[in-house]
């Protein structure tokens, strides 16, 4: 790819430019062509029904490029409901129908699975019917969650509008302490901005800290880019990016189109010095609630939840694994480990972390979604608190509306599993 337009670009014009066929700019309406599309088994049946009502009058009932389309069941699965199943049989007809890829109940939860599989590129233009499919921003895309009724659009055309969004830079320098992680600096980020203080925006994360930074944890950051209102959040492709497609996408090769020129015009540009950044946890009931662990350690704590989209990867799951280490879980405590794909937790067994678990009191459950949106089980009861690697902990988000959820790093879950408490884990 080239710039054909003499100004400088972000990662989002650049994208936006390509999907339109001209060079754009933040602020500007687009008619765009989309890249990949994908939908699950909660957003996917209403998506479904609403392009056979577009296409009511057509005699060919197609999809635009099924190739192009991607199915995943993550949020029920197995079903937990005569509902659940009724929408599983839907969408499988729907596939079969159509000929796009369906993973089913098979593969783990749709954001992992996205890239993992290979499905996503710089560069591209993907949407999903969920809103964190700004994940894929990871790995230099502008992927973005869309509604069901767009989402039909897109089956029946292939094309959406858009407003190219303006671009908030986040250039992160410093290293960061033991036991301080990605999740860390993403609840700090959000804590910093506020729930809405990127609305609409292109969250771009960049600077010594984040380039160093693997793919699991670049999508722990790109995850919650929602959760301070973003429109996408993106991490230019470097080495460590193409490393990771090159393993996954045949003869791959990255092309330094997709990063932000110099001198691209941003909304804002956000410095952020983590040397010192000590863990942090998210409390009730917004994500943008972010206080140091050291604030509120000693909250008891009824359930342990490690696992979503955001930190339900290998090494999200081996952090905990060797912080227990031989140690159990704490009396009147639930832990609950949900690896994110079928990929991460063939990982996890193969190193011998699944008997490791059990033998400490954990339950480990098959890829999905689990607790994370009030799912098919381990919901809180009325008065429970609860502590997740999760992204949201909205009230009722995890079962009773009358529950508490606390976000946290897989490192801070780990020290409280083992002491019945929010607990630094700088101290275990």
């Known amino acids: ?32 062509d989309i890249d990949r599309a994908m939908t699950h088994d909660i957003t996917g049946p209403l998506a479904v029904d ?3 009502e577009i296409m009511r009058d057509k005699d060919e009932k197609k999809v635009w490029d099924p190739s192009k389309i991607v199915i ?7 079903a937990d409901s005569l509902n659940a199943s009724a929408n599983h049989i839907m969408l499988r007809k729907f596939s079969r129908d159509q000929g796009i890829l369906n993973y089913d109940v098979f593969q783990g939860v749709c954001h992992q699975v996205m890239p993992e599989m290979g499905h996503v590129r710089p560069g591209d233009l993907i949407v999903g019917s969920d809103s964190h499919t700004c994940a894929y921003g990871a790995l230099g895309a502008f992927s973005t969650g869309v509604g069901s009724t767009d989402m039909a659009a897109v089956f029946a055309s292939g094309k959406l509008w858009f407003k190219v969004p303006q671009s908030i830079r986040f250039e992160i320098s410093g290293t960061l302490p033991e036991h301080v992680y990605s999740k860390d600096l993403i609840l700090h980020l959000i804590g910093d901005v506020g729930a809405e203080g990127a609305r609409y925006m292109a969250a771009e994360y960049a600077g010594p800290t984040v380039q160093g930074l693997s793919i699991s944890e670049r999508m722990t950051m790109s995850n919650m880019a929602i959760e301070m209102g973003g429109k996408a959040g993106i991490i230019e492709p470097d080495e460590i990016t193409e490393k990771y497609l090159q393993e996954r ?36 009931h917004n994500v943008d609630n972010v206080k140091p ?9 009824d359930q342990v939840f490690v696992g979503s989209c955001t930190n339900g990867r290998f090494e999200d799951i081996e952090i905990v694994a060797k912080m227990m280490g031989d140690e159990p879980v704490a009396e009147g405590v639930r832990l609950l480990i949900i690896p994110a794909s079928r990929t991460e937790y ?7 972390y699944i008997e490791q678990f059990m033998n400490a009191g954990a339950i480990v459950e098959s890829p999905c979604c689990g607790p994370c949106m009030g799912g098919s089980f ?13 992204n949201r902990n909205f009230q009722g988000r995890e079962g009773s509306p009358e529950s508490f959820v606390y976000l946290s790093s897989p490192a801070t879950a780990a020290a409280s599993a083992l002491t019945g408490e929010i607990t630094d884990p700088r101290t275990i």
Not at 346 to 352: D, E, H, I, R, S
């Open 249 to 284: 996408i045949p003869n791959f090769e990255l092309d330094t189109f997709w990063r932000a020129d110099e001198g691209a015009e941003y909304y804002q540009v956000r410095k952020y010095d983590v040397s010192d950044l000590v863990p942090q946890v998210a409390c009730p």
């Open 72 to 78: 995943i069941f993550d949020h029920q699965v197995p």
């Open 378 to 390: 381990g919901l809180l009861g009325a008065g429970e608190v609860g502590l997740a690697t999760s």
């Open 346 to 352: 063939m990982k996890v067994l193969k190193a011998g």
């Open 1 to 32: 790819m080239s710039n054909n337009n003499d100004l400088p670009m972000t990662i989002a014009e650049k994208v936006f430019s390509k999907a339109s066929g001209k060079p754009v700019r933040a602020g500007e309406f687009v008619f765009a």
């Open 293 to 301: 662990v050291t604030e509120i350690e000693g909250t008891k704590i």
């Open 50 to 52: 609403g392009f056979y």
